[in-house]
Nanobody, 124 residues
Framework: QVQLVESGGGLVQAGGSLRLSCAAS????????MGWFRQAPGKEREIVAA????????YYADSVKGRFTISRDNTENTVSLQMGSLKPEDTAVYYC?????????????????WGQGTQVTVSS
């Protein structure tokens, strides 16, 4: 069982930066793939980024490549999402998720545990 708690959301102007963090409970954090998803009003939840063992070969959605960076700290049981060059279309509730690392999950239904979400609002 893994419990996830996100933090770091807020209001930022276009072009600005934000850093989201997700703290995970449990002693087996390193055995989970970690992902960040987002859901904008009226839209389906979509994956933003995912990280597997260490920081090797992370996944990024095309819409955030070059602007966002996902990282994990297996000693602190945290995963972070550094977001830069933010755009109004990045406005959404951002969710942290954990899934089985051996399956390299990318789809929403491949992740088993979810945080409660944190709101990110980018003003134009």
């Amino acid at each position: 069982q893994v419990q996830l708690v996100e933090s770091g959301g807020g209001l930022v102007q276009a072009g600005g930066s934000l850093r989201l963090s997700c703290a995970a409970s449990g002693r087996t954090f390193s055995m989970y793939a970690m992902g960040w998803f987002r859901q904008a009003p009226g839209k389906e939840r979509e994956i933003v980024a995912a990280v597997y063992w260490g920081a090797d070969n992370p996944y990024y959605a095309d819409s955030v490549k070059g602007r966002f960076t996902i990282s994990r700290d297996n000693t602190e049981n945290t995963v972070s999402l550094q977001m830069g060059s933010l755009k109004p279309e990045d406005t959404a509730v951002y969710y942290c998720a954990a899934g089985p690392i051996n399956k390299r999950p990318l789809l929403e239904n491949e992740f088993d545990y979810w945080g409660q979400g944190t709101q990110v609002t980018v003003s134009s």
